[in-house]
């Protein structure tokens, strides 16, 4: 059993990768792949897409992008959608409205970046503490100057950046978010920590922040604080993929019980091709229960 190493988890951190789930069985349903174009981006880690059905506005459903760009919603009900590009945190970059269906699965949707990303107000999927704490336009000039440093991947610039910006307004959760992923990318696992701490204290009803926080726990080798944070995630979002796979590996590192590891690979499945590899390596290995 210990040969499904919790390493990926790791990387699925660095990679900013989670995603949420799928939608609930229909008649007709397709594949929908798409690709963000940004000339300036070196990689495009930490974005997430989402989709909302125009007609059944309560379809609404996560995927995570790749550092190439690429997203893909494995069984997407037919008809018109509207995307948008988020960021891990909620903010709102761009949108676009796409027809789903046989006709479009063999070509990509291409989704194009604008420069400027946070020369708005951040909306999107928002909390209310959000709504109830606006960015200062200092804070969000800030904010901008370390995500440009985070993709041309000057990790402790961007750290610098948003560490001001955490200063500046200490009851902003997306600074404190986003210094957290700066530190993450340099290992610095600790401040990450605590920095991710911050930002779900001010935000708590947020379930990417949590899922965050377990990851960092996880390749900090803090399994079981890692497990009480993929919990909190799940409690909030239960659909939320990344928190499945920390979960199902953060009990493998603790000898929890199979068929609970089992269970959650098989959540996070369609998410992290690794997730799949390693439900499939362990119900080799083992008879157990919940196995597809």
Known sequence: ??????????????????AYGQFPS????????????????????????????????SIHEHADVLSDGTFVFRAVADGEYMVRVLTLYGAEITSTVASIGPASAGTPCEIRLPHEKLQRPVSGTVSVQ??????????????????KMIAEQHFSDAA??????AQSDPQCPQAHAELALALSRMEAW????????????????????????????????????????????LKLDPRNARAHFIMAGALLQTNG???????????????????????EKLCAQKRVQGCP
């Open 160 to 165: 610098a950046r948003f560490r001001e910006a």
């Open 257 to 279: 019980p199979l068929p609970e590891v089992a269970s959650h690979l098989a959540a996070a499945q369609d998410a992290f091709p690794s997730a799949r590899i390693a439900l």
């Open 26 to 57: 229909k008649v007709n349903e397709s594949e929908f792949r798409g690709r963000l174009i940004e000339g300036t981006e070196l990689s495009y880690d930490g974005y997430v897409v989402d989709i909302t059905n125009l007609v059944d506005r």
């Open 190 to 233: 600790d401040g990450a920590i605590e920095e991710y701490r911050a930002a779900a204290s001010l935000d708590p009803g947020n379930s990417l922040l949590h899922s965050n926080l377990s990851a960092v726990l996880a390749s900090a080798k803090r399994f079981d604080e890692a497990r009480r944070e993929a919990a909190a995630a």
């Open 1 to 18: 059993m210990r040969g499904l190493r919790y390493v990926s988890l790791a990387v699925c951190l660095i990679a900013g990768v989670q």
């Open 130 to 147: 959000q709504l109830a704490h606006p960015l200062s336009k200092p804070v969000l000039k800030l904010l901008e100057s370390g995500q």
